[in-house]
């Protein structure tokens, strides 16, 4: 019963890897000039990355029951990305959104360790 579990979260964190790749290709187009990739970016983020990382949580509670530390890492995960999206900054004064840049670099680090 724990194998379809497991690779769900597997999957799930491919998605989350592979979402935060397109966030980061999205911000780098933004950054260059072009204009809608900004509302890409946010909507990559909320729509995919972020739901995906609550779910690699959930999904691990039924895969990994009593293996805390695999939970840990799971839950990790989600209260990584939750912290990320806080620090996103103002576009005012978009030099106070280094901190969200950097917790996505953490993001893809933890993710891979979830898909571990």
Wanted: no cysteine; glycine share 14%.
């Amino acid at each position: 019963m724990r194998r379809p579990f497991v690779w769900i979260s597997f999957v799930l964190s491919l998605l989350v890897i592979a979402g935060l790749v397109v966030q980061l290709y999205l911000i780098a187009a933004w950054i260059f000039g072009s204009g809608g990739a900004l509302d890409a970016h946010k909507f990559v983020g909320g729509a995919v990355v972020h739901p995906a990382e609550i779910l690699v949580f959930l999904v691990a509670l039924g895969g990994w029951w009593r293996t805390w530390r695999n939970i840990g890492v799971s839950f990790a995960l989600a209260l990584l990305g939750t912290i990320q999206v806080f620090f996103a900054g103002d576009l005012k004064d978009p030099g106070n959104g280094y901190v969200h840049g950097l917790h996505g670099g953490l993001a893809l680090f933890v993710a891979a360790l979830a898909a571990y």
